[in-house]
Nanobody, 124 residues
């Protein structure tokens, strides 16, 4: 298990930017793929972005491609989500998560550790 704590959420106007951070504890962070998911009120938790352990591959939901960038710093046990060009429909609670050793990056059921979430609110 790894403990995850998100930060960096807040309220911004449409077109603005935020950078989410995810601090991880535990020795397995540097060898684990990581992801970001979000959940808006009344909706299921959905995939946003993911990154493999070595940062050589990233994955994005179509709705955020070209606007969001997922990155990590294994030396600091940190994962990041840079969000630019924010839209009102990006409003949600954002969660970072650790992927199991195998399985699709896009499926929440393949992640076994989750943070508590951080709220992002985008106003028009």
């Amino acid at each position: 298990q790894v403990q995850l704590v998100e930060s960096g959420g807040g309220s911004v106007q449409a077109g603005g930017s935020l950078r989410l951070s995810c601090a991880a504890s535990g020795r397995t962070f540097s060898t684990s793929a990581m992801g970001w998911f979000r959940q808006a009120p009344g909706k299921e938790r959905g995939f946003v972005a993911a990154i493999n352990w070595s940062s050589t591959s990233t994955y994005y939901a179509d709705s955020v491609k070209g606007r969001f960038t997922c990155s990590r710093d294994n030396a600091k046990n940190m994962e990041y989500l840079q969000m630019n060009g924010l839209l009102p429909e990006d409003t949600a609670v954002y969660y970072c998560a650790r992927r199991r050793t195998s399985g699709s990056y896009y499926y929440a059921g393949n992640y076994d550790s989750w943070g508590q979430g951080t709220q992002v609110t985008v106003s028009s």
